[in-house]
């Protein structure tokens, strides 16, 4: 796994579909029902080397592109939308803040690890108080000796309770607002922090959800993460390139339900016809095609200018825009066209369509990503 010409593109992207369509898609409904995070699923995608696709080979990743990384989440999501979460909030959240802003030692005691996938990694940004406005981050980091001893709470984390270490952002000055905030590399068997609630959620029920919770969580000093004061800033730059995973998680979960609503449509008969034929099932195929496609464009295209290292806060927040929100449409059409069939669990389609709503929340809901993409214009004028 180390080159990015298409056809090399194509036999990765082949291995990932057996994987998917082998290991996880007989198991989708059984761990959804049961809130279930697949490890041995995942212990299995890190020896195929699918848990550290972006990262160089010196850290034990495949060296791949940021448009390979988006075929690979778009791929796993188009089976199980809460496998690909999972893995994109691992990849370009958690193991990504410390891959760009870790020094060498940092990168040397964490990369490898997450690599393989023997660790996985969270990400914390959000707080009870502080969603939207993550610049409102509560938990402090006070410096004691050599060490920093952080107080507080992170909500709605993404493999909070499955992962070994998290980034976590906290005040170092509140005096300075947005400045005075810092990254941390925490480890979760670290005293003092712990797991609290675990959500219960409406989909992606298999990716794990977790509050965690800090109480005179001491860590040694070497576990900031970057320059004090730039946790805020480089969270920012994070989740620039972090949208593109949910966009191409946008993207999987509408192709997944498509394709289903497509096969469907062309068993399903109705009036002496398969419903296929009726002009208005037509058009709503036609719509849902033609917006992924339009969905993925704009999701390669940030990806692409993410690989030549140009800066992609607009085209990212673009793409998850779009893709989520037609995804959203897509999956409500997929399970319109199977009918009553779609609200039953016997079909891929009503999981689809509880999954996909996440991509327009998660990394900065759509209202959010307008606000940058307006911000990022108005700057331009
Ligand atoms: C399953 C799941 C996994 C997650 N994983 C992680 C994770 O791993 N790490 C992490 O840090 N976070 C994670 N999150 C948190 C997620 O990023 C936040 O939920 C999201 O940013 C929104 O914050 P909030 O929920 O507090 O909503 P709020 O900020 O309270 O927003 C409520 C509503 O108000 C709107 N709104 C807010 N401000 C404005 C404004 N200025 N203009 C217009 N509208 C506005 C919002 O768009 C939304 O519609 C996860 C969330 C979920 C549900």
């Known amino acids: ?38 490890r041995e699923a995942f ?36 089976v199980d939308g809460s496998v690909a979460l999972a893995l994109a909030a691992h990849t370009s959240l958690g193991s990504n803040h410390i891959y760009q802003f870790g020094n060498e030692a940092q990168r ?16 914390g940004l959000t707080e009870a108080e502080a969603g939207s406005d993550s610049g409102g981050t509560r938990t402090t980091a006070v410096k004691d000796g050599d060490s920093w001893v952080l107080n507080g709470s992170k909500n709605f984390i993404t493999n909070a309770s499955v992962g070994s270490v998290a980034v976590l952002m906290a005040v170092t ?17 670290n005293p003092g922090i712990r797991v609290g609630k675990k959500e219960n959620k409406l989909g992606m029920r298999a990716s794990d959800t977790c509050t ?7 860590i040694p000093s070497g576990n900031l993460l970057g320059r004090e004061g730039d ?42 016809k398969r419903i296929c034929d009726f002009e208005g099932i037509q058009f709503y195929l036609a719509e849902m095609a033609t917006q992924i496609d339009a969905a993925r464009l ?17 085209l990212s927040a673009m793409a998850k825009l779009f893709a989520s929100e037609v995804a959203v449409q897509i999956c409500d059409r997929a399970v319109q066209i199977h009918g009553g069939y779609g ?30 993409i307006a911000k990022d214009l108005l700057e331009e004028v």
């Open 1 to 38: 796994m180390s080159s990015t010409v298409s056809s090399e593109r194509e036999t990765i992207l082949q291995t990932l579909r057996d994987f998917c369509e082998a290991e996880i898609r007989p198991h989708v409904l059984e761990w959804d029902e049961a809130q279930q995070f697949p």
């Open 43 to 78: 212990r299995k995608l890190g020896e195929l080397g699918f848990l550290g696709t972006i990262f160089p080979e010196e850290y034990g990743g495949a060296g791949l592109s940021i448009r390979d990384y988006a075929a690979i989440v778009e791929e796993v999501a188009r």
């Open 108 to 123: 040397r005691r964490y990369m490898p690890k997450l690599t393989s996938g023997e660790w996985l990694a969270a990400w």
């Open 173 to 189: 000055d509140r005096t300075a607002r947005r400045h005075g905030i810092s990254s941390f590399i925490v480890e979760l068997d």
């Open 212 to 218: 965690l919770v800090m109480e005179d969580c001491r």
């Open 231 to 272: 946790g805020f800033i480089n969270s920012m730059k994070i989740l620039d390139g972090g949208r593109i995973g949910i966009a191409s998680l946008a993207v999987g979960i509408a192709r997944g339900a498509f394709e289903a609503a497509l096969k469907y449509s062309q068993e399903r008969r109705q009036f002496g």
């Open 298 to 314: 704009l999701t390669e295209r940030a990806a692409s200018a993410k690989d030549s290292g140009q800066r992609v806060t607009r």
């Open 343 to 372: 609200f039953i669990k016997d079909f891929p389609v009503e999981k689809f369509y509880r999954d996909v709503k996440l991509c327009t929340i998660g990394e900065g809901t759509s209202e959010i990503q307008k606000l940058v």
